[in-house]
């Protein structure tokens, strides 16, 4: 990937200055891009560009995990939001709620925190939502975070045990995922993989 200036020249490529970018640089880039872009240490991670079947997903799963953080005073919002995991490490959570919506970690800027994340799996990289995200989520004491996985049509819900997470249940096709922080919310995992 490069940056261009206005006059259509390139005038830097993004693998060329990887390790040297700061953390500021980083939130004005974000501020002023609709790139969905990660950041860990001076290393910018530019995301693909959801399709539509992820968009559905989402949009499903949003819908019901908003009507419950409406009724239970919460709140739940998707990509594209930052949330912070540590100075110099951002991510960008499909989903991510907070069980009070007045929660102090709930920043405008960027969140500093969040009580469940999803991931929707990408077919580009799946080790990033399976294996990194795990460790970046735990590390952020994230209680629970949830991997909606298109490719093996499951739910895995993990839930933090100290500092890593343990499985909570992997749900698939037939099956309602359940969630440990919130007794009685379930999700019919097929419904989720066959949204439209």
Known sequence: MHLVNRGGEIAISLDEIQGLWTEEIYL?????SNWLI???????DVLPMPTD???AILRF?????????VQTGG?????????????????????????AK????RQNRFWLGADLVVEIVSPDDPE???????????EANIPEYWIVNPNTATISV?????????????????????SALLPGFTVDVSAALDAE
């Open 75 to 99: 709140t739940a919002f998707f990509a594209a939001l930052r949330l912070q995991i540590r100075p110099r490490m951002y991510r960008e959570p499909d989903l991510l709620l907070l069980l």
């Open 128 to 138: 990033r939502d399976l294996v990194e995200k795990v460790a970046d989520y735990a």
């Open 28 to 32: 004005r880039l974000t501020d002023h």
């Open 102 to 105: 007045d929660d102090p970690r």
């Open 61 to 69: 799963l949003f819908r019901l995990f908003d009507a419950l953080m």
């Open 158 to 178: 993990l839930r933090l045990e100290g500092d890593a997470y343990v499985a909570h249940g992997v749900f698939g096709r037939g099956e309602n995922a359940t």
């Open 53 to 55: 079947k992820h968009q």
């Open 38 to 44: 990660e950041f860990t240490d001076g290393y910018m």
